[in-house]
Nanobody, 124 residues
């Protein structure tokens, strides 16, 4: 099974940037589709971005498109989320997730593997 560990969260001012990392225990990260979700206090878990296991195509939530970029480095078993032009509404715990499926999916229940989350706080 795959274990995921997120890092890179922190406190930033509005308009600033952060780069999140998710390191997988597996040496075959290329066989997994990867995604980022986030959850703010009192709210449901929300899709942020995903990158497929095969073509590497990406998909983003409308709220982050143009500001966030998901990428992966299979040699380092790592997926990244570059976050620019951060807004206070981006404040949440960000979770990394993995699926063995080749399909593009934005549903949390399609991802059997999850990290512990990393806190991102954006001040106004």
């Amino acid at each position: 099974q795959v274990q995921l560990v997120e890092s890179g969260g922190g406190l930033v001012q509005a308009g600033g940037s952060l780069r999140l990392s998710c390191v997988a225990s597996s040496s075959t990260l290329s066989t997994y589709g990867m995604a980022w979700f986030r959850q703010a206090p009192g709210k449901d878990r929300e899709f942020v971005a995903t990158i497929t296991r095969n073509s590497g195509s990406t998909s983003y939530a409308a709220s982050v498109k143009g500001r966030f970029t998901i990428s992966r480095d299979n040699d380092k078993n790592t997926v990244y989320l570059q976050m620019n032009l951060l807004k206070p509404e981006d404040t949440a715990v960000y979770y990394c997730a993995a699926t063995a499926s080749w399909i593009i999916t934005t549903k949390p229940y399609d991802y059997p593997y999850w990290g512990q989350g990393t806190q991102v706080t954006v001040s106004s």
